[in-house]
């Protein structure tokens, strides 16, 4: 399952299949999932889902309005926003945009969302030159992979805040899946206690290169330190940009059944989840150190 996971999430979908196609043609096959409607919820306390089957987009709400966590793919701006109002929400009380990493199927909606609710967009510093130009790092060039711009208004790093009305949410910095990659940490009640929540970024090894001409210089030594830094956070509810990260349709159809005790806390399975990675990863460089020293 494991396995399973890792190579459905994020752009890691392409590793595999872009040898052996174009990654346009393997955006094709995957394109279904990833624009699939999903029926938007209340995942716990103040956090609702409102992104695709293969793709996750979160809202939360607070005493002063709302923060949106990505979008999806450019083609489900539409219907990220007729999610938010099944919910009852309007995307005009949006008054931040948070960005886990700059990758087209977490930036497609920004601009026009941006534009339309008039909110900042805070993202990874590292990463801020990557969303306002459009592009992929280190494959500047590739069409398929660029998506449209957005300013961003504020860039953080390790420990910054972002708070709104009641709400706070601290930005740790997870890089190596992007140079910027940013999970946001918050705090949530469930059942009376205090459970803490993580919307994850990353930790894919996806499109890029880890030796020879890596995507960025210190890519190696990033990931490894967002796999440890991931191991020893003590997080209740896992949450990432994509819903096999966690489980995520398993979980909502026993939380159909019964809301309590909530499926989405389960204390432990980023730690479990991060060992997974972190295996998946050295395997990746190993084939990649191999790879290049056959071709030397």
């Not at 803490?196 to 996806?206: D, H, P, Y």
Request: glycine residues 8%.
């Amino acid at each position: 399952m494991r396995k399973l996971t890792a190579a459905l999430c994020a752009l890691a979908l392409f590793a595999p299949a872009a040898q052996a196609q174009t990654i346009k043609d393997f955006l094709a096959q995957v394109m279904a999932k990833w624009t699939a409607p999903f029926e938007p919820f209340r995942l716990i306390d103040n956090i609702y889902y409102v992104g695709t089957d293969g793709i996750a987009v979160y809202i939360i709400k607070t005493s002063q309005g709302l923060i949106l966590i990505d979008t999806a793919m450019a083609q489900s701006t539409g219907m990220i926003k007729d999610n938010i109002a099944k919910l009852g929400f309007k995307v005009a009380d949006i008054k931040y945009i948070l960005n886990s990493h700059a990758h087209l199927d977490h930036t497609g909606g920004f601009a026009e969302i941006k534009q339309e609710s008039g909110a900042q967009l805070v993202a990874g510093e590292r990463d801020k030159p990557l969303l306002e130009g459009g592009y992929y790092p280190g494959d500047e060039t590739n069409a398929d992979l660029a998506f449209s711009p957005a300013k961003v208004d504020r860039a953080v790093k390790e420990g910054d805040k972002v708070t709104l009305g009641d709400t706070t949410l601290t930005a740790h910095a997870t890089p190596g899946h992007s140079p910027g990659c940013t999970s946001w940490e918050m705090t949530v009640k469930d059942a009376g206690q205090d459970r803490e929540v993580l919307f994850f970024c990353s930790g894919t090894v996806a499109l890029n290169r880890l030796v020879g001409q890596p995507t960025y210089p210190g890519i190696v030594d990033d990931y490894r330190a967002t796999f440890a830094k991931a191991k020893a956070m003590k997080i209740d509810v896992l949450l990432g940009p994509h819903p096999e990260v966690y489980g995520m349709q398993a979980k909502r159809a026993e939380q159909i059944k019964s809301e309590t005790p909530n499926p989405f806390v389960k204390p432990g399975e980023l730690a479990t989840y991060a060992t997974g990675l972190s295996e998946d990863f050295d395997k990746a460089l190993a084939k990649q150190t191999a790879a290049l020293q056959a071709a030397k």
